[in-house]
């Protein structure tokens, strides 16, 4: 007998699609489970096949949001009697990062927070680059909370905007330069509208900017004038009160020359990020540990326009290029205290 589903609320809409709370429960009376569902109409059924794709090749990465079932699109009906297709996903009880920030003061997290999220993404990118893809949305919107003790876990969702390395959209025009959220957007993809690994690291760097400062890459630069910055490799401007070690690290993830950015595995052996703990533990990550969920509150719908991603179509990919890693092995630091939600 299946088990009796529960619709329990609204989560929010994205670019391709809606999202659900659902609850199921058992018939022989054991816990509920909830899920996050994620239903798209006919006309993203390309953009849900390629994430529940991708997602398939990420299973298993601790710093990926995770899918039920055996990462296959279900088919339904809504209530008007169109078919629509679903994904059922691990539910995320803390919401979104930009939730999560809106319940800071000031909108500023603490900076241990901040490296841990940091080392977070930036595990979950090593595993979404070594298979050959690019995220292409890397925002707050899209890096998902989950109470993990006294603490957080951070992990990437959200990749119907996704593309392999090297390919190109078809959304991209002189006058409309525009090829994922425009304000967490790479000078380079603005230019041609390819997709780099480099420019996930370039969202990264303005991910952790938001979380010093509380605010928004370009918060101050009306978005008709964003481009035009951009198309000049200009970069977010990185206030006197981002401590030196992490002025670096934005530095290094706001180079202009993207091969300057080195990759994702690079930045985890960032000094910024190095410190605080033992290698092996900066550069793992990739196992699922038992995870508890309880329900909270719903991420905020974001209203910016220049927050929602534009669409891309597949074209043949080049070949990702790689180069050999030099490492370094220092000596580790005793652990700083671990960071507790207030």
Known sequence: MQPKTDFVKFLGKGSYGSVDLVKYIENDGSCPVYAAVKTSECEDYDSLRREIHILSKLKGCRSIV??????????????????????????????????????????????????????????????????????????????????????????????????????????????????????????????????????????????????????SPWSDVDFDDLASLLLDWKAPEIPESVPCHARKFLETCFARNPKERGSAYDLLLHPFLRGEQKMENVISGFSLP??????????????????KAMKLKIIPPKPPQFKPLKVKIMPPKTPASSFIHV
């Open 66 to 215: 995770q899918c039920y079932g055996n990462y296959k699109l279900e088919e339904d009906f809504d209530d008007e009697g169109f078919r629509v297709y679903k994904i059922f996903m691990e539910y995320a009880a803390e919401g979104n990062l930009t939730s999560l920030m809106d319940s800071y003061k000031d909108r500023r997290l603490p900076e241990t927070m901040i490296k841990d999220f940091a080392r977070m993404i930036l595990q979950g990118l090593v595993s979404v680059h070594s298979h050959g893809y690019v995220h292409c949305d890397l925002k707050p919107d899209n890096l998902l909370v989950f109470p993990c003790r006294q603490s957080y876990e951070l992990k990437i969702s959200d990749f119907g905007s996704s593309r392999k390395v090297g390919e190109h959209a078809d959304c991209w025009e002189v006058d409309s330069p525009f090829v994922g959220t425009p304000i967490y957007m790479s000078p380079e993809s603005v230019h041609s509208g390819v997709a780099e690994k480099a420019l996930d690291l370039w969202s990264l760097g303005c991910i952790v900017l938001e979380m010093f400062t509380g605010v």
């Open 290 to 307: 038992p995870l508890k969920l309880k329900i909270r509150r719903a991420p905020k719908k974001s209203t910016d326009t220049s927050k």
